[in-house]
């Protein structure tokens, strides 16, 4: 269920207030009748184990290493994101919402091109992305073994993590040396929470260029209101091309041919990408305080934050637009609705009866081998102490929360705490060196626009009222009886921090002290706050340890049958595509752009369906049968946005956008009876391109792997 945005604020306040107390009692779970499933943590496998005998005895489908390498060296991993080559030309295809911020950034003075869309006619039209990288997986190494050497001897968690550091940078430094050096980039990934360490040894692309882009209102076709839902009728795709060294096209040996076919309901497909994170090996303790902490008070963050931003926005169009505001939004939007998801599933019942149930079998098993018994009994209940005392921090988890993140806390306040840091380490008479560091970190936080710094100020100072109370000495130096919004303006005028230029003056003139009302709110909070972090870190690192022994544990009853939880690497996994029953009625496999004008016509132009002036009057060849997006039983999840899906021979045959509402609960479990993969189908991205895009230069190169530098060339040779 997604609340109403007027009733979220009074519910998020209640969840934050609950998630302050001790667990109250949930609803009876019928738990001698509900069991855990066989595919509860999913179906997110690793290259490095892949699931041969499962495809086999599932499917009947037999690959073999040249499949998976193939299926590998193919896919790609962007900046938050998953994408595929699709030409030998070093095309690339991902979704337009991964790319979105990109297209603002390479629009020009008077450009549009987020509204407009973009479509390069030339190779020499292809805009550079500045700063922007896609990396190619080309080798894994088992490293298990080299880690747990370097972490023995070690007593403390500081011991441990900083053992483990040094074996990933040795790692690495042999791996790059290996490989060839400066565009490999080697990441040491923990699988099963620290039971196995594999080493993902990466080609970092780093010219990578902007070929096309769909309109916003086309890729990201009903907004909000749409995002995690389905049916749907987005244009989500976008094309890039990597570019080596030479400044010529990449040619790449390995890409997904474009499927003519597409799919059929019942068709087996896979995705391949880099789902980011998962919970489905937690502990039953740490979902419950994921329930009652950490998602409530998330959520009610993200409900102020979404709403101070959406105010800004409407009040300064403009001003927001050249910041980027509409992506910050969209952002928090997406990340409001995906944590309302996942307090639905720690809410229910049948959910938490069945990671019970697993956690019952977990500890059976463990209790059947006596090797196993001995070396790791006891750590369950040492895992549920530690949410027992980070529970007890709720408080000021939930008013402390991102107080320091640049995106979305206030800068007058990310402001005073840099200082109040600076001037208690001068007056302790730090080295030159150590102030000057604490002076620069000082100088570096830039400024909101003052309408915006206000309303986020405000949010914060609704933090501290909400988890500490009217009578806790922070909010009283915070508020001084007047409302937040008041407290933030007096702040606001009052304080030399407010702005980086006003800051600046009085660091140059010596007249910033600690009178400054911004500083007398830090001094206020600081020793809380700097506990908090010390504390939160410490159970944490203790939590890791734990949760690593846990993992080894896992993997030693399990082995790889069961995948390790999603850590945005490189992933395969299985579906078919598949309708459901949802909301007293069928969703259908998949729908057509006759749906798309079906929303456009039944909400009108000014409602998050509305359609690009294009689209509005398309040409006569249009065929609105085509399928537009898909659903199947894949395991995703974020990051996975611009996955390719493709066939068992590796036929491209659509790019994953989305999960439905109810796949939300894949953070902590892979209900495929519930859950769906949204993706947008390959023929309503030819068709776009092809005729609402005259996009024949790009059509002829996924077609045929031919590259023409022009569009002129490419009509030529389609017209032989």
Request: proline content about 6%; glycine content about 8%; charged content about 25%.
């Amino acid at each position: 269920m997604i609340l109403p945005r007027r009733a979220r604020p009074f519910l998020f306040a209640l969840f934050a207030l609950l998630g302050t107390l001790p667990a109250m009692a949930q609803p009876a779970l019928p738990s001698e009748d509900v069991k855990a499933g066989r595919y509860d943590n999913g179906k997110m496998w690793t290259f490095e184990y892949p699931p041969v005998e499962y495809l086999a005895e599932t499917y009947d489908f037999h690959p073999d290493e040249a499949w998976f390498e193939r299926a590998r060296l193919s896919a790609l991993r962007i900046i938050g994101c998953s994408a595929a080559f699709v030409s030998p030309n070093g095309l690339v295809v991902t979704n337009h919402h991964c790319v979105r911020s990109r297209v603002s950034q390479v629009s020009r003075p008077g450009e549009r091109l987020l509204d407009d869309g973009f479509y390069a006619t030339s190779l020499d039209e292809e805009r550079p992305i500045p700063g922007y990288y896609a990396d190619q997986l080309i080798a894994i190494e088992d490293v298990t073994d080299e880690v747990y050497a370097a972490l023995e001897g070690a007593q403390t968690d500081a011991e441990r993590a900083a053992a483990r550091d040094e074996a990933f940078a040795a790692v690495t430094e042999r791996l790059r040396a290996a490989h060839g050096g400066e565009d490999i980039e080697v990441q040491v990934i923990s699988l099963y929470q620290g039971g196995r360490y594999s080493a993902y040894v990466f080609h970092r692309f780093h010219d990578v260029r902007l070929v096309a882009a769909a309109e916003l209102q086309a890729g990201f076709f009903g907004g909000e209101w749409d995002n995690f839902t389905y049916p749907r009728y987005a244009v989500d795709f976008a094309f890039l091309r990597v570019y080596g060294e030479d400044g010529k096209p990449l040619s790449t040996e390995h890409y997904f041919g474009w499927s003519e076919e597409g799919v059929e309901e019942g068709d087996l497909i896979f995705v391949i990408g880099n789902p980011g994170s998962t919970s489905r090996q937690a502990t039953v303790a740490q979902l419950e305080f994921f329930r009652d902490v950490l998602v409530p008070h998330t959520l009610r963050f993200l409900d102020d934050r979404l709403a101070a931003f959406r105010d800004f926005y409407a009040e300064h169009p403009e001003e927001g637009e050249a910041m980027g505001i509409r992506n910050t939004i969209f952002s928090l939007s997406n990340s409001q609705k995906a944590y309302s998801g996942r307090y639905d599933a720690l809410h229910d019942p049948v959910i938490l009866a069945r990671r019970a149930d697993a956690e019952r079998q977990f500890r059976e098993a463990l209790e059947a081998d006596p090797n196993l018994r001995a070396e790791y009994a006891g750590l369950f209940d040492r895992i549920a102490e530690i949410q027992a005392e980070k529970r007890a921090m709720g408080p000021a988890y939930g008013a402390f929360r991102l107080l320091e993140n640049p995106r979305f806390s206030s800068a007058a306040l990310r402001r005073a705490v840099a200082a109040h840091r600076y001037l208690k380490r001068k007056a302790a008479g730090a080295s030159d060196e150590a102030a000057a560091e604490l002076r620069k970190a000082l100088l570096g936080v830039r400024d909101f626009p003052a309408d915006l710094e206000r309303r986020v100020l405000a949010a914060r100072l609704r933090d501290f009222a909400t988890y500490f109370g009217p009578d806790d000495p922070v909010v009283r130096e915070a508020l001084g009886g007047r409302t937040p919004e008041e407290a933030s303006e007096t702040l606001l005028e009052g304080s030399a921090l407010a702005t980086a230029e006003r800051t600046r003056q009085a660091l140059e003139a010596g007249t910033l002290t600690t009178d400054d009302p911004a500083l007398r709110l830090a001094a206020a909070f600081m020793p809380r706050y700097e506990d908090f972090r010390s504390a939160f870190a410490g159970l944490t690192a203790r939590e890791g340890t734990l949760a690593a022994a846990l993992g080894r544990a896992r993997f030693a009853v399990y082995g790889t049958s069961v995948p390790p939880d999603a850590t945005f690497s490189p992933r395969l996994t299985d579906g078919i595509v598949k309708g459901y029953v949802y909301n007293g009625t069928l969703a259908p496999a998949y729908t057509t752009f006759y749906g798309m004008y079906d929303r456009y016509h039944s909400f009108g132009p000014n409602s998050d369906w509305n359609l690009p002036e294009r689209w509005l009057n398309p040409p006569p060849s249009f065929r609105r049968s085509t399928p537009l997006n898909f659903v199947s039983t894949a395991d995703t999840i974020g990051g996975n946005s611009g996955s390719p899906a493709v066939t068992p021979d590796l036929k491209l045959v659509g790019l994953n956008f989305d999960r439905n509402i109810e796949g939300l609960s894949r953070d902590y479990i892979y209900l495929p009876e519930r859950g769906r993969n949204i993706m947008v189908d390959v023929r309503a991205i030819r068709e776009a391109l092809d005729v609402m895009y005259d996009a024949d230069r790009i059509v002829l190169e996924v077609t045929t792997g031919r590259l023409a530098g022009t569009e002129a060339e490419a009509d030529a040779i389609l017209g032989q």
